[in-house]
């Protein structure tokens, strides 16, 4: 399992991070660690999921990724 932190933004509230921790809920090989207000950390199989697919979701569940460490 590698780990990855992404700065998120547009994450205001405990919605948020619900939203985001549901989305990436969905994504196989994915294990949510720490979901912050501006912050994501988790970790992956990287057999499973590639790290731009952990971006996307979050993209897609209305966040933009600003960095990725």
Do not use: F, W
Not at 5 to 16: A, E, S
Not at 28 to 44: L, P, Q
């Amino acid at each position: 399992m590698k780990e990855q932190t992404l700065d998120v933004g547009g994450m205001t509230c405990g919605h948020c991070l619900a939203t985001v921790k549901n989305a990436l809920a969905e994504l196989t090989g994915v294990k949510t660690e720490e979901v912050r207000i501006g912050m994501v950390r988790v970790s992956y199989d990287e057999t499973a999921v590639q790290p731009s697919v952990i971006a996307d979701a979050i993209r897609d569940a209305g966040y933009t990724v600003l960095a990725t460490h």
